[in-house]
C-alpha cells in the first residue's frame, strides 16, 4: 500500500510515535516512520524519498522535537510543498516559522485509537489525503526505481472503475483515443470546478464577521492544490498572509514574521505571473494592488537596526536649557478634548516628550495617508483588503493615516448596528494601535480617549477588541522619551556630534553615548534611519537638524525589521564630515 502519512519526530518520543502509527493503521491508513529502515539501508535518501512521496505529513512537536534540527528540516519541507499537519504532544511554544499553522493538540494522549482528539486528528487527515487524490492536486505520487510507474496517480479504486468500465481489454486500445483524452480533460475539469468551490469557501472565512483567517488559509491551500493556476487564490491567500503579519499581542516578529513576509510575496508574484499570461484571470485594480504590494514586500533594509545601551552620555557643559518649544499643530484628524476625570494622568517625561519638535508629512503624502485611512472602512470589501495591505507594510503611511483613521471610527460608530465594513475596518485600525509608536500614540490621545468613550455603549465583538487594543495604546504612549543613537565616522567628528547630541536632549530626546563605527560603516551622506513603526514626524526633524549640524542635507531610510519598544533613530555621519580635504563645518575638531 501507498505512503499516505509520513511522522516526523524526535528520538526522545519514539514510544508517542509508535503509538500514533498504530492508532492510525488501525484505521485503515499507511503510515511511515523510520522503524520501517532495513539495515543496510541509505538513510536520509529513504526519509527524504518518504517524505516527498507521502501526501500528508506529521509532525509531533514536544520539548524534544522544537530542538532537533531533523526535525525542523522536515517540517520546513513539507510545510514548503504544503502537506505539513502539526500536531502538539507537550504543551509547548511551537519554533518560529510554525506558529501561525493550524496545529491539533494529543496533549495527554494514551493512545487510544478512538480517542476524541485522535479521532479529530484521523478526520484532517482524510481530508487532506482526499483532496491529494484529486486529477491536478500537484501531488508527488511516483513510486521511483521499480514501482508502480506513470499510472500510479490514479488511485486504485478509480483504476478498478474504469477497468470495470471499459473492459481490460479495451484498455490499452482507448489510451491513445479521443475517448480517453476526453475522460482526462473531463477530470481535469471536474478538478477545477471544485478549486473554484474551495476558493469561494475560503472567501466566505476570509471575509466572515469576525475573520476564519486559520480556515480560509487552508481553504485558499486546497483550492491552489487542485488548480495552481488560479491567480485570485493567490491573490487572496497574499493578502492573508500580510493580515496576519499585524494580528496578535504582540505581533509577529523575528522569522515568524519573515516567514509570512515571505510566503505574501511568493503568491503575490505567482497572482501577477499567472495575470500577465492571461489578463483576465486578475481585473485590472487587482493586478495594480498586486504590483504595488510586491514592491513593498521587495524592499529591503540597508543596514540591521542598532541595538544597545540607552544611558544617557556624559556631555561636556553647554548653555542653560531651552524653554520646551511649542506644540506643533497636530496632525488632520485631531481633535482636542478635555480627558474624562477618571482618566489616567500622563507621566512627567511622556507630557515633556508631547512638547517634542515635529515635521508634519507633506501634502501629497498626508493625503495618500488619508485615503488609505477612508478606504478602511470602505463599503467595498477589496478596498478595505488593498488599505489594509498598504498600511501594515509601511509603518510611515499608517503612522500618517492612524488619526484619520480614529475620526473615521469615532464616525462610524455613531450608525448602529455596526455593519461589516466598520467592524473590519475597526478590526484592522486595532491591529494599527498595536504596532503605533508611543510618540505617535501620545499626539492622538485625546482621540483616542474620545473614541474610547464613544465605544463604551456599544456591544460588539469587534468594538470589544478595538476596545482593548485602545486601553494598551494608552497605555503604551506613557513610555519614555524618544532614543537619539548618534553614530561618528571618526573622532574629529566628536566634538559636532557632542553639540548635536545637547540639542537632542534639550529637546526631550534620550541621548546615549556616541558610538566611532569607522569610516567604513559611515552611510554616502549624513542620514537619520528610523526604526520601524517610529514616529515619522519625530524622524524629519531630525532629519532637518542633522542637514544643519552637518553641512549637507541629511537622508532619511526607514528600518522596516526594526521592533523597537520607544520611538529610535539613529543618526549618522558621513566620513566626509570633518576629515581632511573633505567638508568643513564649525566644531570640527583636530586630529587626534
Known amino acids: 500500500m501507498n505512503t499516505e502519512i509520513f511522522i516526523s519526530y524526535a528520538r526522545e518520543d519514539r514510544d508517542t510515535a509508535h503509538a500514533l502509527a498504530d492508532a492510525l493503521e488501525s484505521h485503515g491508513l499507511s503510515v511511515w516512520w523510520d522503524r520501517e529502515l532495513a539495515g543496510g539501508e541509505d538513510f536520509a535518501t529513504k526519509i527524504e524519498y518518504q517524505l516527498r512521496i507521502a501526501p500528508v505529513v506529521l509532525v509531533l512537536w514536544s ?25 502538539r504532544i507537550e504543551d509547548v511554544q511551537l519554533p518560529l516559522g510554525f506558529g501561525t499553522l493550524h496545529t491539533l493538540d494529543l496533549l495527554d494522549w494514551d493512545g487510544d485509537a478512538d480517542d476524541e482528539a485522535c479521532a479529530r486528528l484521523i478526520e484532517q487527515i482524510r481530508q487532506r489525503l482526499e483532496v491529494a487524490r484529486r486529477p491536478g492536486s500537484g ?12 499510472e500510479a496517480s490514479l488511485t486504485r479504486r478509480r483504476r478498478r472503475r474504469l477497468l470495470t468500465t471499459l473492459g481490460a481489454a479495451g484498455v490499452a486500445g482507448l489510451a491513445g483515443s479521443a475517448g480517453w483524452l476526453g475522460w482526462q480533460r473531463s477530470q481535469h475539469e471536474q478538478g477545477r470546478r471544485e478549486a473554484r468551490e474551495r476558493l469561494e469557501r475560503a472567501l466566505q472565512l476570509h471575509f466572515a464577521q469576525p475573520p476564519q483567517l486559520e480556515g480560509a488559509q487552508s481553504a485558499y491551500t486546497d483550492a491552489l492544490a487542485l488548480d495552481p493556476a488560479l491567480a485570485r487564490g493567490h491573490y487572496f491567500l497574499a493578502h492573508l498572509y500580510v493580515q496576519l503579519m499585524l494580528r496578535g499581542s504582540p505581533p509577529p ?103 517634542l519638535p515635529r515635521i508634519a508629512a507633506p501634502a501629497a503624502a498626508a493625503e495618500q495617508a488619508r485615503q488609505r485611512a477612508e478606504a478602511l472602512f470602505s463599503r467595498d470589501r477589496e478596498a478595505r483588503l488593498a488599505a489594509g495591505a498598504a498600511l501594515t507594510l509601511d509603518a510611515t503611511l499608517a503612522a500618517e493615516a492612524l488619526p484619520t483613521a480614529i475620526a473615521r471610527a469615532r464616525s462610524a460608530l455613531q450608525q448602529t448596528p455596526v455593519d461589516a465594513a466598520t467592524r473590519e475596518g475597526l478590526v484592522t485600525a486595532a491591529a494599527l494601535l498595536r504596532r503605533a509608536s508611543p510618540s505617535t500614540l501620545r499626539g492622538q490621545e485625546p482621540a483616542l ?136 563645518v564649525a566644531g570640527c575638531g583636530n586630529d587626534p
Open 253 to 355: 516578529a523575528g522569522e515568524v514574521l519573515e516567514a509570512l513576509r515571505s510566503d505574501a510575496l511568493q503568491h503575490f508574484a505567482a497572482a501577477l505571473e499567472l495575470a500577465r499570461a492571461e489578463p483576465t484571470r486578475l481585473d485590472t485594480s487587482q493586478r495594480l494592488v498586486a504590483s504595488q504590494q510586491l514592491g513593498a514586500l521587495r524592499l529591503q533594509d540597508a543596514a540591521p537596526a542598532l541595538s544597545r545601551s540607552t544611558a544617557p552620555a556624559d556631555l561636556p557643559a553647554s548653555e542653560p536649557p531651552a524653554a520646551p518649544p511649542p506644540v506643533a499643530a497636530a496632525r488632520p484628524g485631531w481633535t482636542p478634548a478635555s480627558a474624562p476625570p477618571d482618566a489616567p494622568r500622563i507621566t512627567a517625561a511622556a507630557a515633556a516628550a508631547v512638547q
Open 63 to 87: 520539548t524534544a522535537s522544537v530542538l532537533s534540527g531533523f526535525v525542523r528540516d522536515e517540517s520546513t519541507r513539507a510545510r514548503e510543498q504544503g502537506k505539513l499537519l502539526p500536531v
Open 449 to 584: 480617549r474620545q473614541l474610547l468613550q464613544g465605544m463604551a455603549p456599544v456591544d460588539d465583538p469587534a468594538v470589544r477588541e478595538v476596545s482593548q487594543a485602545l486601553e494598551r495604546a494608552l497605555q503604551r504612549s506613557q513610555r519614555e522619551r524618544p532614543v537619539a543613537y548618534v553614530q561618528i565616522a571618526h573622532e574629529r567628528q566628536r566634538p559636532v556630534a557632542e553639540a548635536l547630541l545637547s540639542r537632542l536632549a534639550r529637546a526631550g530626546y534620550r541621548t546615549p553615548a556616541i558610538e566611532n563605527t569607522g569610516a567604513a560603516r559611515a552611510p554616502a551622506r549624513p542620514e537619520v534611519r528610523s526604526q520601524g513603526a517610529s514616529d515619522p514626524d519625530l524622524a524629519r526633524w531630525n532629519q532637518r537638524v542633522l542637514g544643519e549640524v552637518a553641512g549637507l542635507p541629511a537622508g532619511l531610510a526607514l528600518l522596516r525589521n526594526a521592533r523597537p519598544d520607544n520611538d529610535t533613530y539613529e543618526i549618522w555621519f558621513d566620513a566626509a564630515l570633518c576629515a581632511p580635504g573633505g567638508r568643513t
Open 139 to 150: 501531488a508527488d505520487t511516483s513510486h521511483g526505481p521499480g514501482g508502480a510507474g506513470p
